[in-house]
């Protein structure tokens, strides 16, 4: 099979990591790279889930809150502008 050199770009943290790793599997950056697209190209995909980082428990409960005012406008005050909303807290 024919090699050929490719160049890509990756954060250089992320790239030392990845060679101490795969050294200590036995094999350097290269081979690991050709082991991923090969079993990239037999699942014809991405080989693993790709997801979004979970968020955290203040998110969670901001998202909470705002799902809640959706559903119950009428529980929570509305400011048309910042005057309104002074008044409102008495400045």
């Known amino acids: ?3 050929v050199s490719t160049n ?5 943290e ?7 790793l795969f050294a200590d599997l036995g094999m350097d ?3 690991a790279i050709n082991i991923y697209l090969k079993k990239a190209l037999a699942e014809q ?3 693993f889930e790709v997801t979004r980082v979970a968020p955290n428990k203040d998110t969670l409960a901001a998202m909470e809150e705002v799902k809640k005012m959706e559903e119950h406008p009428e529980e929570y005050t509305g ?3 910042i005057a309104s909303l002074r008044k409102a807290l008495g400045e």
């Open 29 to 31: 950056l290269s081979t």
């Open 45 to 47: 995909g991405i080989p």
């Open 79 to 81: 400011y048309r502008d």
């Open 1 to 3: 099979m024919a090699k």
């Open 8 to 12: 890509i770009t990756i954060d250089a």
């Open 14 to 20: 992320v790239k030392r990591q990845a060679q101490e």
